[in-house]
């Protein structure tokens, strides 16, 4: 498994020393949750810890909200060591610029990677006992008594010996005058008393009556409103543009040239949309405007052969083992580009003046977001405020934002008043960063047994690490993309080979919920099946018998066999598949139980789904991240596919990219076998087992082995 790294006792301390004169910031989350405004003197007791003299407990989230439940699971893990009344817990965003000045005092404020629980965990449990300890100082010494003698439960502080109590509210100004302790002691998880039990959200109320602020609900004094028209080859330019077709328009106020783009600005967002929309733009496509799908796919073929990939593990001798298999077998899978599609479309509203810059943005990434406003107003970054909003949607798109933001800064610079920049959903669309198109060759050998004894794996595909963090290569190498293949390929083949051939394209990539895992799952798990079956053996047998003795996989792909009911027989016209993926220092297998007409329609019945994060803080938002994992992998199974043609993307709205009909959800079931020891992600794992589980089932029902997706573009007739 993967652990994610441990927290230095210097940010920890920095971290909690890091107070503004004893004083809450009134960092609010959008829609007025947890303002700090209403209440008179709130205390600071750390960075993370605010508390009012009514005894509500502020606690700080320095990620973004996207509808992953953070602002609920975040304080949780906070306020199980600070031993506060949760019903009195109210979250509120620490912004962008405050952790700039305040020397990030916050950390990381990046969403993604499934890192928002397992990346922070650690140090928001030691704020949270630091400000107990504080708390319970500050009441020690008003009793003149030991600290060792009292503690803390539900806002209060009792003195043991006394039986004396003072409530938070009452001591916490004291408190944040204090020093943060050195060293804290955190809680033996069996101790937990919070952590691990199913909260309500904190956020729902808000939600269901519309109080939250999305970017694209964002509206400030004297604002005007940009649409955009970006040129339709990826790396093209602007060459002209005939602004008399769009003179004298109602509404209209100016047009603004951008690197890759045109903007309009009106008085309405809709008046701006017509008027893009009805501008002549000539543009000059350099030299991808012949590139197509095929093409791509030609290229990358290319690198499944290629004497160039780069080994990126190996054991034992392939070759040698190849030569001595009692069978061999070979396959070539693919897998397109994907877009992100999130529901709210991109969008940022921003305003430079002449000493600062303010943007309103739904991101992933405030320090990002500040940076490339920072970088568009050509300022010092202390000069940009960044409120960020709710995300409607994230799933890596939104930590993208040097594209947006860059473009809304420009347009509002050039307009000298507040401007809100939204792209419509063709643009969105067309102008991704997309999950990358991959391509992989397997060539397995087994013994008489039926078992492999040498696997081969060649993948294929332009890398996101080198689009975005050229930096970060291993001796050129993106070791990322073969996630999935790599250390956490745990079946156990005594001889192993996986090379990679990076293939780079002019489409953008970027980070897809579960990223390579999505497409690596996909490639990896099917071809476990088709192991199997030219072994003659149950697909979940042939997998328990390749983890030999790992109990930790075991046990969760026995849950998911268990819970489905696997050596039952299904509904009559019904077959199931599986898949066991490891992503993310988490380990989620899944059976997919589905019908196949005769016409070759696909019909998903059931989804049962066992996940292993280590620790769990609240079960019931883990089961939703999971379904919605669910529904993001299987409209990508069933529908997804980005198409390239004359260089252009060829999809531009839900009518040819389709999205998961409600009629059409399976029901899914969770079970969670949190193994302790580790903190795992949750909001990504859930994704890449589901394509492999469907297809396999597929193969089960129709003996047709599904090698590259999505399946509306499959012959699915029965053989």
């Known amino acids: 498994m993967t652990h994610m790294p441990h927290i230095s006792r210097r940010f920890f301390i920095t971290s909690a020393a890091a107070v503004g004169g004893g004083m809450a910031l009134g960092f609010r989350l959008p829609g007025g949750i947890g303002s700090a405004e209403a209440a008179a003197n709130p205390a600071e007791v750390n960075a993370w810890v605010v508390i009012q003299p009514d005894d509500t407990v502020i606690i700080r989230v320095a990620r973004s909200e996207m509808g992953q439940g953070i602002t609920t699971s975040l304080p949780m893990l906070v306020a199980e060591e600070l031993e506060c009344d949760w019903s009195k817990v109210r979250p509120e965003f620490a912004s962008p610029e405050e952790n700039l000045r305040r020397k990030r005092a916050w950390g990381e404020m990046s969403t993604g990677g499934s890192r928002s629980v397992r990346g922070s965990q650690e140090y928001l449990r030691k704020a949270g006992a630091a400000a107990r300890e504080m708390l319970i100082a ?65 956020d729902t109320t808000d939600k269901v009556t519309g109080k939250p602020i999305f970017g694209i609900d964002v509206r400030v004094p004297n604002m005007l409103y940009a649409a955009i028209v970006q040129c339709p080859v990826f790396g093209g330019t602007p060459k002209s543009f005939d602004e008399s077709k769009i003179r004298g328009l109602k509404g209209v106020r100016q047009i603004v040239p951008l690197p890759n783009a045109v903007a309009v600005v009106a008085d309405s967002w809709w008046q701006a949309k017509q008027a893009v929309e009805a501008l002549p733009v000539t543009w000059d496509e350099g030299q991808n405007g012949k590139v197509s799908s095929a093409s791509i796919a030609e290229f990358l073929r290319s690198g499944l052969a290629a004497p160039e990939a780069a080994v990126v593990r190996k054991n034992g001798d392939v070759d040698a083992a190849l030569a001595k298999a009692a069978t061999r077998i070979e396959a070539e899978y693919g897998a397109p580009f994907l877009a992100h599609a999130t529901m709210e479309p991109q969008n940022c509203t921003a305003h430079v003046m002449p000493d600062k810059v303010e943007v309103w943005v739904p991101t992933q990434s405030g320090e990002a977001a500040l940076a490339a406003a920072a970088a568009a107003a050509e300022v010092a970054p202390e000069k940009v405020v960044v409120h960020k909003t709710m995300l409607g949607g994230g799933f890596g798109r939104r930590g993208a934002v040097q594209d947006y933001v860059h473009q809304a800064v420009l347009v509002a610079k050039a307009a000298g008043q507040p401007v809100k920049l939204l792209w419509t959903r063709e643009e969105d669309i067309r102008h991704d960063f997309y999950r990358p198109v991959a391509m992989a060759k397997f060539t397995a050998g087994l013994d008489a047994s039926g078992m492999p004894i040498a696997w081969r ?219 302790g020891g580790f903190w795992g992600g949750g909001g990504e794992p859930g994704v890449p087992p589901l394509a492999p589980a469907l297809c396999n089932a597929i193969f089960a029902a129709t003996g047709k082995r599904i090698r590259s997706l999505p399946l509306k573009d499959q012959d699915l007739k029965r053989v």
């Open 457 to 675: 794996v060649r993948i294929t595909g332009p890398s996101i690490i080198a689009n975005l963090f050229p930096q970060r290569l291993t001796n050129g190498v993106d070791q990322s993309f073969a996630n999935g293949f790599t250390e956490e390929m745990a079946y156990e083949v005594p001889n192993y080979e996986v090379g990679y051939a990076m293939r780079a394209t002019h489409v953008p990539v970027s980070f897809w919920r579960s990223v390579n895992h999505s497409q690596n799952g996909f490639f990896r798990e099917c071809f476990v099946d088709e192991m199997a079956h030219a072994a003659g053996q149950d697909p979940y047998q042939y997998r328990r018998k390749l983890l030999g003795k790992d109990p930790q996989r075991l046990a969760v792909l026995d849950a998911a066999a268990q819970k489905a009911g696997w050596d039952t027989p299904a509904p009559p016209g019904v077959t199931r598949g599986i898949a066991l993926v490891e992503a993310y220092g988490s380990l989620c297998a899944q059976v997919v139980e589905a019908s196949v007409g005769d016409k070759g329609e696909v019909r998903v019945h059931r989804v049962t789904a066992a996940l292993d994060t280590g620790h769990v803080v609240n079960p019931e938002i883990l089961q939703a991240q999971t379904e919605s994992a669910i529904v993001y992998g299987l409209t990508a199974a069933l529908y997804g596919l980005i198409t390239i043609e004359n260089g252009r993307v060829q999809q531009g709205n839900f009518d040819d990219y389709e999205m998961l009909r409600i009629a059409d959800m399976p029901a899914v079931e969770t079970v969670l076998v949190p193994s």
């Open 138 to 202: 500050a009441a020690a010494a008003q009793w003149n008594v030991p600290a060792a003698e009292c503690q803390a439960a539900r806002s209060v502080i009792t003195h043991k010996p006394s039986a004396r109590t003072l409530r938070f509210g009452e001591v916490a100004e004291a408190a944040a005058k204090l020093a943060p302790p050195a060293e804290v002691k955190l809680k033996d998880p069996k101790d937990w008393t919070l952590l691990g039990t199913s909260q309500k959200r904190l």
